[in-house]
């Protein structure tokens, strides 16, 4: 089946720092998706990406759609405390199809 | 306020015994899904339904059950024949079609006593 490989598994960082998260995979996406989750709760949608090469923002975040369709990263620009949490990369392969999820990133961010 | 919502959000299982997680949506999602998440680990998928009266399998189901009688609601039945149910339980919903991401509840954290 699909395998997502999700890097780096955790980063500690000052607060301000900007971070880089990427994801990699075994077979074509055709979506990507970035999520963040808070300890005890769901995951909360971050950006969407639908497009090879598509590069699209939300505030401090930036997440790309690699150009080969098996890769995508996500950027937080001027980390503050409240980004501490797990980041997730999912990938489908299909319009329809199942998500494939990455094992997440565990941001930690020093003040 | 729209949303999916996923009761209790803790729930303790005697050995032997079946539970059932609550997921209910007011979204009008078409597709639900249900995960588990292990410490450390991404999110597997248990079950899916795509449409009412209809779901399929997915990576992990055995041990599991689950029903969509209506659109809003799937329960999943965490049955005794999983012999590891300790984890964090989130279900998912979304409209059925492209370029339509999953959208997740807050969970539901089963123990064994």
């Known amino acids: 089946g699909q395998q997502l490989n999700q890097s780096p598994q955790s980063m500690f960082i000052q607060e301000g720092e900007d971070v880089s998260m990427n994801c990699t995979s075994s077979?074509?996406?055709?979506?990507w998706l970035w999520y963040k989750q808070d300890p005890g709760e769901g995951p909360v949608l971050l950006i969407a990406?639908?497009?090879?090469?598509e590069l699209t923002s939300n505030g401090r975040l930036t997440a790309q759609f690699g150009i080969t369709r098996k890769d995508s990263f996500l950027n937080i620009s001027a980390s503050i405390p409240s980004d501490v949490g797990i980041y997730f990369c999912?990938?489908?392969?299909?319009?329809?199809?199942?998500?494939?999820f990455g094992q997440g990133t565990i941001l930690t961010v020093h003040p | 306020d729209g949303g999916i919502t996923q009761s209790p959000k803790y729930l303790f299982r005697k050995e032997g015994q079946n539970v059932t997680l609550s997921c209910e949506q007011n979204?009008?999602?078409?597709?639900m899904y249900w995960y588990r998440q292990d410490p450390g680990q991404g999110l597997r998928l248990i079950y899916y339904?795509?449409?009412?009266?209809?779901?399929q399998k997915g990576d992990i189901a055995e041990g599991y059950s689950v029903s969509r009688e209506k659109k809003e609601s799937f329960p999943l039945t965490v049955t005794s024949a999983q012999k590891n149910p300790t984890a964090f339980y989130l279900c998912?919903?979304?409209?059925?079609?492209?370029?339509?991401?999953?959208?997740f509840g807050d969970g539901t954290r089963l123990s064994i006593l």
């Open positions: 998912a919903s979304r409209v059925w079609g492209e370029r339509q991401p999953q959208h």
């Open positions: 077979s074509i996406f055709n979506t």
């Open positions: 990406l639908y497009k090879a090469g």
């Open positions: 999912a990938g489908r392969g299909t319009s329809y199809g199942k998500l494939t």
């Open positions: 979204l009008n999602h078409d597709a």
């Open positions: 339904s795509q449409i009412v009266n209809d779901f």
